[in-house]
T-cell receptor, first 118, second 117 residues
Framework: DGGITQSPKYLFRKEGQNVTLSCEQN?????MYWYRQDPGQGLRLIYY???????QKGDIAEGYSVSREKKESFPLTVTSAQKNPTAFYLC?????????????????FGPGTRLTVL | AQKVTQAQTEISVVEKEDVTLDCVYE???????LFWYKQPPSGELVFLIR??????QNEISGRYSWNFQKSTSSFNFTITASQVVDSAVYFC??????????????FGTGTSLTVIP
């Protein structure tokens, strides 16, 4: 089955710790994205990557880092510098890139990771 | 200014009623794309539809229908004969295709729909 997987589903972190959220896709998509969703709010873009070994900051990149060493994987690290990391994190991917910026293709989402800071 | 406005934050309907979710967007581009996603309680966003700005035909898929009107910059979503399984948060999104500054993808803040049995 083609799709996007995220792990873990629930993650608990102590203050001051870095944690890494996994995102894997087998859709052969070039572009991948990380969003943050807070209760009752929409999605805010953290980082996106159009192609392997390249990624761009989104609207709220501070306190987060990513890597894109493989086409199918786009892990997100929530660092201790992120002041309020408790949120629901969604990973997405889309087929194409459009020569700059975010693709207009449909974004498909993973099941999400709920991160709670203790 | 909000690129995508979903003015209805919460809606409750009784099962079998029809319900329309509103979406108003703002763009100066002539080429753009509009989307609807469903987020059930499990959390995953499920893609429902993608329309481009050159296709104003309304679309129907089972109990779902979409009304795209460029004149009012709206892309409304109607669920006919609602069911409890339709209870979810629904997001409208806009994607602009820009040649020089790169493309952008905007989500609305979502409408939470509760269908009461």
């Amino acid at each position: 089955d083609g799709g996007i997987t995220q792990s873990p589903k629930y993650l608990f972190r102590k203050e001051g710790q870095n944690v890494t959220l996994s995102c894997e896709q087998n859709l052969n998509h070039d572009a991948m994205y990380w969003y943050r969703q807070d209760p009752g709010q929409g999605l805010r873009l953290i980082y996106y990557s159009q192609i392997v070994n390249d990624f761009q900051k989104g609207d709220i990149a501070e306190g987060y880092s990513v890597s894109r060493e493989k086409k199918e994987s786009f892990p997100l690290t929530v660092t201790s510098a992120q002041k309020n990391p408790t949120a629901f994190y969604l990973c997405a991917s889309s087929r194409g890139t459009s020569g700059g910026g975010i693709s207009t293709d449909t974004q498909y989402f993973g099941p999400g990771t709920r991160l709670t800071v203790l | 200014a909000q690129k995508v406005t979903q003015a209805q934050t919460e809606i409750s309907v009784v099962e079998k009623e029809d319900v329309t979710l509103d979406c108003v967007y703002e763009t100066r581009d002539t080429t753009y794309y509009l989307f609807w996603y469903k987020q059930p309680p499990s959390g995953e966003l499920v893609f429902l539809i993608r329309r481009n700005s050159f296709d104003e035909q309304n679309e129907i898929s089972g109990r779902y229908s979409w009304n795209f009107q460029k004149s009012t910059s709206s892309f409304n979503f109607t669920i006919t004969a609602s069911q409890v399984v339709d209870s979810a948060v629904y997001f409208c999104a806009l994607s602009e295709a820009r040649k020089n500054t790169g493309n952008q993808f905007y989500f609305g803040t979502g409408t939470s729909l509760t269908v009461i049995p």
